[in-house]
């Protein structure tokens, strides 16, 4: 059984950082990439960026590429999210999720088990 748990969120003022994190149990995530969405109400699933799974490839939404940057420790079996000079716009509850291979997608539909997200409030 996979579970993909996320910590890091909360309330930040625009111009601030959080790291989120994304723990998983069950199988080792190594083979397999991932991906940070995030969500708002009345809204659908945004993509926010994937990693490979060796970690070697990235993809990042356009309104996030140079503010923020994935990352994971395959070891740890963690993935990671640093949000830099957040705003106000980035607010939602986001979400880690796992592919079942090992490319990078910016499809929701491309991932098949997801955590329960974190929200991330950024005030002005």
């Known amino acids: 059984q996979v579970q993909l748990v996320e910590s890091g969120g909360g309330l930040v003022q625009a111009g601030g950082s959080l790291r989120l994190s994304c723990a998983a149990s069950?199988?080792?995530?190594?083979?397999?990439?991932m991906g940070w969405f995030r969500q708002t109400p009345g809204k659908e699933r945004e993509f926010v960026a994937a990693i490979s799974g060796s970690g070697g490839t990235t993809l990042y939404a356009d309104s996030v590429k140079g503010r923020f940057t994935i990352f994971r420790d395959n070891a740890k079996n963690t993935m990671s999210l640093q949000m830099n000079n957040l705003k106000p716009e980035d607010t939602a509850v986001y979400y880690c999720?796992?592919?079942?291979?090992?490319?990078?997608?910016?499809?929701?539909?491309?991932?098949?088990?997801w955590g329960q997200g974190t929200q991330v409030t950024v005030s002005s």
């Open positions: 999720a796992r592919r079942t291979l090992v490319g990078v997608q910016s499809g929701a539909e491309r991932y098949n088990y």
């Open positions: 069950g199988r080792t995530i190594s083979s397999y990439a």
